[in-house]
């Protein structure tokens, strides 16, 4: 291979550099030994400042006020995480008129969503609180410099106090003896500490449930203590309601019989009841109506009723008089052979031999107007309001009209004559 005069080839250009820099750097090794340890310090520094310390000129920290009903132990100087890892720090707890108000510096280039829940977290029993961001998303809107977090979406642990409090007075609920004696039958056999083991299993599972629906468990708490508080203020209630419920069912009980006979027959009860309202529906309105008219006619009369079984104007009654009449088994009455005033109602008479059957009369009155007769009778009866003294005849009334006649059916019997025959009487 030949090369042209006066070319130096790269190869010998790069070397030649490298064995000048190196006499250069053996010549002032002193010089660059002091720069390397100059430039190691600048490093380390850094190192610490940057990356220890978290002291980096970044875009600097945001201020969160967080709002708590109880401080949870927590204080000043406590770390902020978020999900457990360290972003900031707290830098005061302030007292306010409901709670307790903690601001946190957190790192400006930590995004923490809004929502979820913060609450005063501890690594140990013994303490060691810090706050602690559990948002429910990774998605934005973020929280910014100036923002508050209402206590509602706060929590803090349970103090340890409360705790000890807590149990030693489940501890005194607990028999000894009782506890002994589960000791003692969980010890009888080789099954005793695998069955130890799934009630401390079982335990724990229950727990872990009710931790998850930790409000409402809350809440049943509360709500149940009212309820058990009351049915105990009811227990006396309860029991005499008991008592009489034990009477009440005997006695149901003992009409067994009966009621099965009842619902047996009822069937058949009401289906001949059905079947006679269809055969008589031809003449079931008038019935109707006649049993309208007697219903209106007893309603408006029920204050004379009342006075006739119950009087408030006088001592003593109807049903009382009969109790008094039927009694040493007998019937006792006062018999007066004094004449009493009568009246003849002035209405034409049937012949007793005819068996005509006519409908009665409407109006029976006595014709007699002197008030002191029939003192006792229908003309001094008490009368509905606005009837008051119209014992008579109503104007333009007919004296002579009768009832309306009786409704005949398919299943109406008729009546024919049976009484005696007079000689001159001829029957067909």
Not at 145 to 162: C, H, K, N, Q, R
Not at 187 to 202: A, F, H, N, Q, Y
Not at 264 to 283: K, L, R, V
Request: contains cysteine; aromatic residues 6%; proline residues 9%.
């Amino acid at each position: 291979m030949t090369h042209r005069p006066g070319v130096r080839r790269v190869p010998d250009v790069v070397a030649g550099g490298v064995v000048s820099g190196v006499r250069i750097g053996n010549a002032h090794r002193l010089g660059l030994s002091l720069a390397a340890l100059v430039m190691t310090g600048i490093l380390g520094v850094g190192y610490l400042v940057f990356g220890v310390f978290d002291l980096g000129l970044s875009g600097g920290t945001i201020r969160v006020r967080v709002h708590f009903d109880d401080s949870g132990g927590i204080l000043p100087g406590r770390d902020v995480a978020l999900r457990g890892v360290p972003v900031g720090s707290v830098t005061s707890v302030d007292l306010t008129g409901d709670g307790v108000v903690v601001l946190a510096e957190i790192d400006s280039r930590t995004r923490i969503p809004i929502g979820g829940e913060v609450r005063v977290a501890g690594l140990s029993l013994a303490g060691e609180q810090y706050l602690d961001f559990r948002p429910a998303t990774d998605d934005g809107p973020y929280l910014e410099d100036g923002a508050e977090i209402s206590s509602d979406d706060t929590t803090t642990p349970v103090p340890l106090s409360a705790l000890m409090h807590d149990m030693d007075g489940m501890l005194a609920q607990i028999d000894p003896a009782s506890l002994q004696t589960i000791v003692d039958e969980l010890g009888v056999g080789p099954e005793g500490p695998r069955k130890l083991s799934d009630i401390v299993d079982g335990g724990t599972f229950l727990i872990s449930a009710l931790d998850g629906v930790l409000p409402q468990t809350g809440t049943l708490l509360r709500t149940g203590k009212v309820v058990l508080g009351t049915l105990a203020d009811a227990a006396p209630g309860l029991q005499a309601v008991s008592a009489e419920m034990e009477h009440t069912l005997g006695g149901i009980e003992s009409m067994d019989e009966g009621f099965r006979s009842f619902v047996q027959t009822a069937p058949d009860t009401m289906a001949a009841a059905d079947a006679i309202i269809a055969e008589n529906s031809p003449t079931m309105v008038q019935l109707l109506g006649n049993l309208t008219t007697v219903a209106q006619m007893a309603y408006v009369r029920v204050p004379a009723l009342e006075e006739f079984f119950f009087p408030s104007e006088r001592d003593g009654s109807t049903l009382e008089a009969l109790m008094t009449a039927f009694r040493d088994d007998g019937v006792w009455a006062l018999v007066n052979i004094y004449p009493r005033y009568s009246c003849d109602y002035d209405l034409p008479r049937e012949s007793p031999t005819i068996p005509s059957f006519p409908e009665p009369f409407l109006y029976t009155y006595c014709n007699n107007p002197d008030p002191s007769t029939l003192v006792r009778g229908a003309r001094n009866a008490p009368r509905p309001v606005g009837e008051e003294g119209a014992a008579g005849l109503p104007p333009g009334a007919d004296p002579l009209r009768r009832a309306d006649p009786t409704p005949i059916g398919p299943r109406t019997v008729p009546l024919e004559y049976g009484g005696p025959t007079m000689p001159w009487e001829s029957v067909n």
